[in-house]
């Protein structure tokens, strides 16, 4: 069974920084393009950063460029995804996601979806 288990959500003061894992496990890690997506109260999932298989290509939406960083670790079967500069409108429900091969455009044909990790940043 594939399992993509995300780590390292909590609370943190704006301004502050917080580290993500996923742990992925069941699959051939470095077949998956990875990523983060989020989903704050009350409104829809929303793209956060993907990384390509070998981490050559990063992407990241406009409002956490430059503030996040996406990484893997393919020996470890791990993404990454690095908070800086929190701010409280990055709260939100955190999903790692794995996608066969590479995203696309519209970051449709997700395989796989990890539970999520809460994400609080207070002011």
């Known amino acids: 069974q594939v399992q993509l288990v995300e780590s390292g959500g909590g609370l943190v003061q704006t301004g502050g920084s917080l580290r993500l894992s996923c742990a992925a496990s069941g699959l051939t890690f470095r077949q998956y393009a990875m990523g983060w997506f989020r989903q704050a109260p009350g409104k829809e999932r929303e793209f956060v950063a993907t990384i390509s298989w070998n981490g050559g290509n990063r992407d990241y939406a406009d409002s956490v460029k430059g503030r996040f960083t996406i990484s893997r670790d393919n020996a470890k079967n791990t993404v990454y995804l690095q908070m800086n500069s929190l701010k409280p409108e990055d709260t939100a429900d955190y999903y790692c996601?794995?996608?066969?091969?590479?995203?696309?455009?519209?970051?449709?044909?997700?395989?796989?979806w990890g539970k999520g990790t809460l994400v609080t940043v207070s002011s």
């Open positions: 996601a794995a996608r066969y091969n590479s995203w696309s455009k519209d970051h449709s044909g997700i395989n796989y």
